[in-house]
Every structure is written in C-alpha cells, then in structure tokens.
C-alpha cells in the first residue's frame, strides 16, 4: 500500500520534471511549417508495392496494411473457402469443387492486390490532403472560385 501512494504520489511529479526533447525546435516558431509537413508525409506515407507483397502472402493482408478493413477481411474470407473449395474437391474427387476453389482463390489475390494498391493510393492522397503538401492534386468534384 506504501508503495502504492508513493508511485501515485511521485510518478506525476518526475513526468512534469522531465524536459520534452521530442519537441521539434524551428527558427522562425511555425511548428508545422511545409517542411515539418512534408517530413511527417515521407514518414507517414504507405507503399503500394508492399501491399502487393502482403497480397500475395495471403489475400487480405495488403488490404489491412492499407487501412481497408471491411474489404481485407471480404477478401480474406473469399481466400478461406476457394481453399476450403478446391481441399473438399480434391479429397471427394469432385472436379467441380477443385476449379470453383481455384477460380474463387485466384480471383482473390487478384481482387486483393487491386484493392490495396489502390487503397494505399488513396491513403497517400488522404495524407497529403491532409497535410497540405506542396504536390496537392486537386480534389475530385465541382471547384467553385470567385475573384474581386
């Protein structure tokens, strides 16, 4: 119990006491300025071809590295009953539940890798929208300006 109340006593105490090197320092004080931006946007960003790589591990991986949950675990489920499919038919010896499992399990990665290349496109286009990186492509829709 003493132990206790020295920990909630103290532990408050050295967090405020610590200094905060993780603050970024810049010299004119805009603590998000462009470059700051575009630093966290190359940390930030995601890469299309290593969604592609967890795709081809197993359909529904790339779709989870890229943020796409609903469609990672579609694709995912699709991927468990091709196998489920093709194993069935080739223990049964019924050749038209090996070639659904192989059709349903192709398509799968096709359908997987597809998806997440695009979506990771998306996320890094989401990013740098809202960021406000410099190589802002505009955003889709009617684009409204009026000038005086």
Not at 3 to 20: E, G, K, N, S, W
Not at 86 to 92: C, E, Q, R, V, Y
Not at 112 to 136: C, E, F, H, P
Not at 142 to 147: D, G
């Amino acid at each position: 119990m003493r132990f206790l109340i020295f920990v909630l006593l103290f532990f408050p105490c050295t967090a405020f006491a610590q200094d905060t090197p993780h603050k970024r320092t810049v010299a004119n004080g805009e603590f998000f300025d462009a470059s700051h931006r575009s630093e966290i946007y190359e940390k930030s960003k995601k890469n299309e071809l290593k969604a592609v790589g967890y795709t081809l591990i197993f359909p529904g991986f790339g779709n989870y590295y890229a943020q796409q949950y609903v469609t990672g675990t579609v694709v995912g489920m699709g991927m468990v009953f091709g196998l489920t499919a093709m194993i069935f038919g080739l223990s049964t010896d019924q050749s038209d539940w090996t070639i659904t499992g192989l059709v349903l399990g192709g398509s799968m990665y096709v359908v997987g890798g597809v998806t997440s290349y695009m979506g990771v496109q998306d996320y890094n286009t989401d990013l740098r929208r809202a960021l406000k990186v410099a190589d802002l492509e505009r955003a889709p829709g009617l684009q409204v300006a009026i000038q005086f």
